[in-house]
């Protein structure tokens, strides 16, 4: 399984891919220099989050901690999954292979590239929901080419913030308002929806992705100083 992204969405990618192309290098400064809000004023289920009950990750890195909330009932597969490997230690001691500054940052291949599931390495289809996006702080499953999921996460790392022209764009097409008014308050990648698992949103520790993201690469996206996993903790929010 590789890192990459599926970049053939099922629905309004290619519009969406083009609008969005010339917003996600402007904008608010990417990285230490992002100016997010304490909290996004959505009602979308990711910004309700978490509530008493709800199960959390936590995610202890050589950057800092941050956590965030899964959503089983809207992705039972890719939280089985990531569940069960972070309690067996998988995750323990990996390190982020793919930093894109202001879009993501990436882990959860082994030091050999390989990646695993808790079905003996078998993957899982993609799980889509509207109820789900990629929004900034969005955790995802990412998709092989042949569209199956493993031990591969990223962590959306985009700035507030949404172009009016996509905006538009996105209004004409038939998304809901709710929706583009999330992505608008939040940032994200529209043209992701719908081609990879969306199975978390981060809610604490937006700071240490956007450090993790503003860490210095080489020419295939690693850190050249390596940000390591120490673990990732499965919790019940009280």
């Not at 959503?71 to 894109?100: D, I, K, M, S, W």
């Not at 809901?176 to 081609?195: C, K, N, S, V």
């Given at each position: 399984m590789s890192g990459k992204f599926k970049r053939a969405a099922l629905v309004l990618a290619a519009a969406l891919a083009l609008a969005l192309a010339g917003c996600l290098?402007?904008?608010?400064?990417?990285?230490?220099?992002?100016?997010?809000?304490e909290a996004v004023q959505s009602a979308e289920l990711q910004f309700t989050h978490p509530a008493a009950g709800d199960t959390v990750a936590?995610?202890?890195?050589?950057?800092?901690?941050?956590?965030?909330?899964?959503?089983p009932q809207q992705a039972p597969q890719a939280c089985a999954n990531f569940v069960g490997l972070a309690q067996a230690g998988y995750y323990n001691g990996l390190t982020f292979t793919r930093v894109e500054q202001g879009f993501v940052v990436?882990?959860?291949?082994?030091?050999?590239?390989s990646a695993t599931t808790i079905w003996n390495g078998s993957g899982y289809p993609a799980e889509y929901t509207d109820q789900l996006h990629h929004y900034s702080g969005a955790l995802c499953a990412a998709m092989s080419e042949e569209g199956q999921g493993a031990s591969v996460f990223y962590v959306m790392q985009t700035a507030p913030g949404l172009e009016q022209e996509l905006a538009d764009r996105m209004a004409a097409q038939?998304?809901?308002?709710?929706?583009?008014?999330?992505?608008?308050?939040?940032?994200?990648?529209?043209?992701?929806?719908?081609?990879?698992?969306?199975?978390?949103?981060?809610?604490?520790?937006?700071?240490?992705?956007?450090?993790?993201?503003?860490?210095?690469?080489?020419?295939?996206?690693?850190?050249?100083?390596?940000?390591?996993?120490?673990s990732v903790t499965i919790e019940t929010y009280q």
């Amino acid at each position: 399984m590789s890192g990459k992204f599926k970049r053939a969405a099922l629905v309004l990618a290619a519009a969406l891919a083009l609008a969005l192309a010339g917003c996600l290098g402007g904008g608010a400064p990417s990285g230490d220099g992002v100016s997010r809000p304490e909290a996004v004023q959505s009602a979308e289920l990711q910004f309700t989050h978490p509530a008493a009950g709800d199960t959390v990750a936590v995610f202890d890195t050589s950057a800092g901690v941050f956590r965030a909330v899964l959503f089983p009932q809207q992705a039972p597969q890719a939280c089985a999954n990531f569940v069960g490997l972070a309690q067996a230690g998988y995750y323990n001691g990996l390190t982020f292979t793919r930093v894109e500054q202001g879009f993501v940052v990436e882990a959860g291949q082994a030091a050999d590239g390989s990646a695993t599931t808790i079905w003996n390495g078998s993957g899982y289809p993609a799980e889509y929901t509207d109820q789900l996006h990629h929004y900034s702080g969005a955790l995802c499953a990412a998709m092989s080419e042949e569209g199956q999921g493993a031990s591969v996460f990223y962590v959306m790392q985009t700035a507030p913030g949404l172009e009016q022209e996509l905006a538009d764009r996105m209004a004409a097409q038939g998304w809901r308002q709710e929706i583009i008014d999330a992505y608008a308050a939040a940032g994200g990648a529209p043209y992701l929806d719908y081609t990879d698992t969306v199975f978390g949103q981060v809610y604490e520790g937006m700071d240490v992705v956007d450090a993790i993201g503003a860490a210095q690469v080489d020419e295939a996206l690693a850190p050249v100083e390596a940000i390591t996993i120490h673990s990732v903790t499965i919790e019940t929010y009280q």
